[in-house]
């Protein structure tokens, strides 16, 4: 236990006695104590948490929003692959460097990123470096037992011996690797070595000014996926290149670089990429280089860093302006440390168990990850075209890295919760990128370029819901007139084929055709599944109108929504399902609640419930809302009524994917708000959990942490586009929320209990299951009682349910 929990749990102990001690005598009730809120919530963030079954998570050192994200690469013996999708496995215990960026949770395998891994290395450099494909020499293993990992700090202790330290600001790190005194003490620079390997690299070693610079060209974000185009995969290309300059405290003793098979001891300058393929196509392809220090008076080596996605001479600037001479890894890590409590306690809780609190700060810590810092301090920064652009006035950042499929049912409106201000700068960069990109809004924005990963039109609700929540720093008109204009005027890409049907490379594909049928034909879509395509844009369409009603465009207004009911028209009666639909009206054949035909990343009897918009309207195709909850019911429960919410089973709910994850709220909707208790209650204590196994699959960008962080303080946005909050069972008896506008939200709740048997909204009795959306736009205090059993008379009247349209 830390010693601010310490402090916290005396100060609550010693609160209870004086309660005791100064209580009148008499029938008198004391006032209930004031439940402390945590203090230090960095103390509670486990950066291993989601670093195995799947999570792909990372635990090396990052600021809020940061450029820099320096956190190991693994491996399993295949130079050209790692241990998982975004280059750290919990249960792979070998590396191959310390990598400089890093994207959190993504799927692809490999993901993005993972630029320059720097490796220390105990011996003498013979042999290419490049050449050891299998990852036999020029690695080492570690034990867990000497890692340890903060907020914006990585430590490790090696079994080569080199004990490596690394903290990090925005955009440059400081790391110190202690090598054996007296041993071969060289730190290898494997230029080329992105995860998803490089067009070009070069590196140039200058030791009169103790420096290494250099670059990686690269990109390549899920350009081995095999449903996105197979060897046509349009990802398979560069669309960044990444400027790092590193300065050392002493003086190189050698220097050397390679190229493919070829060392050259004493050289100081390479080039060469490696290619986007695997395996035997890419082995023994790339460039780096290394220094070496002469260790006899001692093996302490310190380096500091920067990277720029616009220019060595910004890289070096960043690094000397985030990190002067004088820094040191301590100063630099309890900096990162200030940084992200800043970031933690905007949103404070208390009256919660201790793993329950690391799970909140740790998912809070993720969700807070991205979108990530893309401009220098000078303000400029690679744009979707690949040109140097510059922010804009007023605007404090460029923000990049959108996984759209993912974040627009979570992550977002965590965001845009806790931090208004970076969304409205995230959604003018999209704009921004989406300008320099011929208007088109991409789907998946790995920085700033489209990789047009996954299906649906995601900027749409996501722009619609930041400006619910109350983001106004964006240029709104212009960014809803080019939402619209691709939501009504097909561009060329919209039929083409290229890299379908997982990175297909239209914003609204086939839209012609789909607004002519008013649904996405199966067999002509140019999409990933034409149910799932009609279904996301069905939502994006009903997100725009909420938009487009708030703006006051009217005629908009009337324009859009009526297309947000579209999904009614894959919605087959006659089995109860969403369903392929050709485009002469027939239903593809074949079909099962378990069949994918026709969707994304998930089955029939998933993607049947992700109608958030129009709750009522899916109950009353369902036979009504008490058929619906019963059908709803068989998501969650197996035949003999066994809680089956752990996934694996395409009938059942699945907590490692995103089409579903709104579901177990939609019982509010249905008048039966006690099953999303408990169903929520129920996935919040076993499918997600503490250390490294504690999330159930892709974390997304920080999706699935969000939600996590939602269910926690006992809400979760109703629909994208909105800013209406359904109602749960906060895991904490307090809980006060400060967002960066000057709003404050606060929950209260006498105990932790499943159950709600009554809320209060402002000191008044709400017979709602959802608070109004100006309880995130004002502020207020919402107040729960809870307990062990259900009261299933609470907001179950019609006129009590949460609003469609």
């Given at each position: 236990m830390s010693?601010?929990r310490?402090r916290a749990a005396?100060?609550?102990?010693?609160?209870?006695l004086l309660?005791?001690?100064?209580?009148?005598a008499?029938?008198?009730?004391?006032?209930p104590a004031v439940?402390p809120?945590?203090?230090?919530?960095a103390?509670?963030?486990?950066?291993?948490?989601?670093t195995?079954?799947?999570?792909?998570?990372?635990p090396?050192a990052t600021?809020?929003?940061?450029?820099?994200?320096w956190?190991?690469?693994?491996?399993?013996g295949?130079?050209?692959n790692?241990?998982?999708?975004?280059g750290?496995e919990?249960?792979v215990t070998?590396?191959?460097?310390?990598?400089?960026?890093?994207?959190?949770g993504?799927?692809c395998?490999p993901?993005?990123a993972g630029?320059v891994?720097?490796?220390?290395?105990?011996g003498?450099?013979?042999t290419?470096?490049?050449?050891d494909?299998?990852d036999?020499?020029?690695?080492s293993?570690f034990?867990?037992?000497?890692e340890?990992a903060?907020?914006?700090r990585?430590?490790?202790?090696?079994?080569n011996g080199?004990?490596?330290d690394?903290?990090?600001?925005t955009?440059a790190?400081?790391g110190?690797f202690t090598f054996?005194?007296?041993?071969?003490?060289n730190l290898l620079?494997r230029?080329?070595?992105?995860l998803n390997?490089?067009?070009?690299a070069?590196i140039?070693?200058?030791a009169g000014?103790r420096?290494?610079?250099?670059?990686?060209?690269?990109g390549g974000f899920?350009?081995?996926r095999?449903n996105?185009g197979?060897a046509t995969n349009?990802n398979?290309?560069?669309?960044?290149?990444?400027?790092f300059?590193a300065?050392?405290?002493?003086d190189?003793a050698?220097?050397g670089t390679?190229r493919?098979?070829?060392?050259?001891p004493?050289?100081?300058?390479?080039t060469?990429?490696?290619?986007?393929l695997?395996g035997?196509d890419?082995a023994g392809?790339?460039s780096?280089?290394?220094?070496g220090?002469d260790?006899?008076g001692g093996?302490?080596?310190?380096m500091?860093?920067g990277?720029?996605y616009v220019?060595?001479a910004?890289?070096?600037?960043?690094?000397?302006?985030?990190?002067?001479a004088?820094?040191?890894?301590?100063s630099?890590?309890a900096a990162?440390?200030?940084a992200?409590n800043t970031e933690l306690?905007?949103?404070?809780?208390?009256?919660?168990?201790e793993p329950?609190?690391?799970?909140?700060?740790?998912?809070?810590?993720?969700?807070?990850m991205?979108?990530?810092?893309?401009n220098d301090?000078?303000?400029?920064?690679?744009?979707?075209?690949l040109?140097?652009?510059?922010?804009r006035?007023?605007?404090?950042?460029?923000?990049?890295?959108?996984s759209?499929w993912d974040?627009?049912?979570?992550?977002?409106?965590f965001?845009?919760?806790?931090?208004?201000?970076?969304?409205?700068?995230?959604?003018?960069?999209?704009l921004?990128?989406a300008?320099q990109n011929?208007?088109?809004?991409?789907?998946?924005l790995?920085?700033g370029?489209?990789?047009?990963v996954?299906?649906g039109d995601?900027?749409a609700?996501t722009?619609a819901?930041y400006?619910?929540?109350?983001?106004r720093n964006?240029?709104v008109?212009?960014?809803?007139?080019?939402?619209?204009?691709?939501?009504?005027?097909?561009?060329?890409?919209?039929l083409?084929d290229a890299?379908c049907?997982?990175?297909?490379?239209?914003q609204?594909?086939?839209?012609?055709?789909?607004?002519a049928?008013?649904?996405?034909?199966?067999d002509?879509?140019h999409?990933?599944g034409?149910?799932?395509?009609?279904?996301e844009?069905?939502?994006a369409?009903?997100?725009?109108?909420?938009?487009?009603?708030?703006a006051g465009r009217?005629?908009?207004?009337?324009q859009?929504?009526?297309r947000?009911?579209?999904w009614?028209?894959?919605?087959?009666?006659a089995v109860g399902y969403?369903?392929?639909r050709r485009a002469d009206?027939?239903?593809?054949?074949?079909f099962?609640?378990?069949?994918d035909?026709?969707?994304?990343q998930?089955?029939?009897a998933?993607?049947?419930?992700?109608?958030?918009?129009?709750v009522?309207?899916?109950?009353?195709?369902?036979?009504g809302?008490?058929?619906?909850?019963?059908?709803?019911d068989?998501l969650?429960?197996?035949?003999?009524?066994?809680?089956?919410v752990?996934?694996?089973n395409?009938?059942r709910y699945?907590?490692?994917?995103?089409p579903?994850i709104?579901?177990?709220?939609?019982?509010?909707?249905?008048?039966q708000?006690?099953?999303?208790?408990e169903?929520?209650r129920?996935?919040?204590d076993t499918?997600?959990?503490t250390?490294?196994?504690?999330l159930?699959?892709?974390?997304?960008?920080?999706?699935m942490s969000?939600?996590y962080?939602f269910?926690a303080?006992g809400m979760?946005?109703?629909?994208p586009?909105?800013?209406?909050m359904?109602l749960g069972?906060p895991?904490?008896t307090?809980?006060?929320i400060d967002?960066?506008?000057?709003?404050?939200l606060?929950v209260?709740?006498?105990?932790t209990?499943?159950y709600?048997?009554?809320?209060?909204l402002?000191?008044?009795?709400l017979r709602?299951s959802w608070l109004?959306?100006?309880?995130v736009q004002?502020?207020?205090?919402?107040?729960?009682?809870?307990a062990?059993?259900?009261?299933?008379?609470?907001a179950?009247?019609?006129?009590?349910l949460p609003?469609?349209h």
């Amino acid at each position: 236990m830390s010693m601010s929990r310490v402090r916290a749990a005396l100060a609550g102990v010693v609160g209870a006695l004086l309660v005791v001690t100064l209580a009148p005598a008499g029938p008198a009730a004391a006032a209930p104590a004031v439940v402390p809120l945590v203090e230090d919530p960095a103390s509670y963030v486990d950066p291993f948490i989601g670093t195995t079954r799947g999570g792909n998570t990372w635990p090396g050192a990052t600021r809020p929003f940061g450029m820099m994200a320096w956190s190991p690469t693994s491996t399993t013996g295949d130079q050209t692959n790692t241990g998982a999708a975004n280059g750290y496995e919990y249960n792979v215990t070998k590396l191959r460097g310390f990598s400089l960026t890093h994207v959190n949770g993504a799927g692809c395998s490999p993901g993005a990123a993972g630029d320059v891994p720097i490796m220390p290395y105990v011996g003498d450099v013979t042999t290419s470096p490049t050449a050891d494909t299998r990852d036999q020499q020029y690695v080492s293993t570690f034990a867990h037992a000497n890692e340890a990992a903060t907020p914006g700090r990585y430590t490790v202790g090696l079994d080569n011996g080199v004990r490596t330290d690394l903290a990090v600001s925005t955009r440059a790190g400081i790391g110190d690797f202690t090598f054996p005194a007296g041993s071969a003490a060289n730190l290898l620079f494997r230029t080329s070595n992105s995860l998803n390997g490089s067009e070009d690299a070069e590196i140039t070693i200058d030791a009169g000014r103790r420096s290494v610079t250099g670059s990686v060209l690269t990109g390549g974000f899920c350009g081995r996926r095999g449903n996105g185009g197979g060897a046509t995969n349009p990802n398979r290309r560069s669309y960044y290149r990444l400027y790092f300059s590193a300065t050392f405290d002493r003086d190189f003793a050698r220097t050397g670089t390679w190229r493919n098979a070829t060392v050259t001891p004493g050289g100081t300058t390479a080039t060469g990429g490696e290619g986007y393929l695997t395996g035997a196509d890419r082995a023994g392809k790339g460039s780096g280089g290394w220094v070496g220090f002469d260790t006899a008076g001692g093996g302490a080596v310190r380096m500091r860093i920067g990277i720029s996605y616009v220019s060595l001479a910004g890289a070096a600037a960043n690094r000397d302006a985030e990190i002067p001479a004088t820094a040191t890894v301590e100063s630099v890590a309890a900096a990162g440390r200030d940084a992200w409590n800043t970031e933690l306690k905007r949103i404070r809780v208390g009256g919660g168990t201790e793993p329950r609190t690391t799970a909140f700060y740790t998912a809070v810590y993720h969700a807070l990850m991205q979108p990530q810092t893309m401009n220098d301090l000078d303000g400029r920064y690679l744009g979707a075209d690949l040109k140097i652009h510059r922010i804009r006035a007023g605007q404090r950042a460029a923000y990049g890295t959108f996984s759209g499929w993912d974040q627009y049912r979570a992550q977002i409106q965590f965001l845009a919760l806790l931090r208004p201000d970076v969304a409205g700068d995230m959604a003018q960069s999209m704009l921004d990128f989406a300008t320099q990109n011929r208007g088109i809004w991409d789907r998946w924005l790995h920085l700033g370029a489209p990789t047009h990963v996954m299906t649906g039109d995601p900027a749409a609700p996501t722009l619609a819901t930041y400006y619910a929540m109350g983001a106004r720093n964006f240029d709104v008109r212009a960014a809803l007139d080019s939402l619209v204009r691709q939501a009504t005027v097909q561009n060329p890409d919209a039929l083409s084929d290229a890299g379908c049907p997982g990175q297909c490379l239209g914003q609204r594909p086939t839209l012609d055709t789909y607004l002519a049928l008013k649904y996405a034909a199966n067999d002509i879509c140019h999409c990933w599944g034409g149910a799932a395509e009609t279904l996301e844009n069905s939502l994006a369409d009903f997100s725009l109108a909420m938009w487009a009603r708030r703006a006051g465009r009217n005629d908009l207004y009337r324009q859009l929504l009526p297309r947000g009911d579209y999904w009614k028209n894959t919605y087959n009666p006659a089995v109860g399902y969403q369903a392929a639909r050709r485009a002469d009206g027939s239903w593809q054949s074949g079909f099962t609640p378990s069949t994918d035909v026709g969707f994304a990343q998930g089955s029939s009897a998933t993607y049947t419930w992700m109608v958030p918009q129009d709750v009522s309207g899916l109950a009353a195709l369902m036979g009504g809302r008490t058929a619906a909850a019963t059908r709803l019911d068989g998501l969650f429960h197996d035949e003999n009524g066994n809680w089956a919410v752990l996934g694996g089973n395409p009938l059942r709910y699945d907590p490692t994917n995103e089409p579903g994850i709104h579901a177990p709220w939609l019982y509010n909707g249905l008048g039966q708000p006690w099953k999303t208790q408990e169903t929520v209650r129920q996935i919040v204590d076993t499918a997600y959990g503490t250390g490294p196994a504690g999330l159930p699959g892709n974390d997304d960008l920080g999706t699935m942490s969000a939600w996590y962080a939602f269910a926690a303080i006992g809400m979760f946005p109703q629909v994208p586009g909105r800013a209406e909050m359904l109602l749960g069972n906060p895991v904490f008896t307090r809980v006060v929320i400060d967002r960066a506008n000057g709003v404050r939200l606060t929950v209260n709740a006498d105990t932790t209990d499943t159950y709600v048997q009554g809320v209060k909204l402002n000191g008044s009795t709400l017979r709602r299951s959802w608070l109004p959306e100006s309880f995130v736009q004002s502020g207020g205090t919402v107040t729960f009682t809870l307990a062990t059993t259900p009261n299933k008379s609470w907001a179950t009247a019609s006129s009590e349910l949460p609003k469609d349209h």
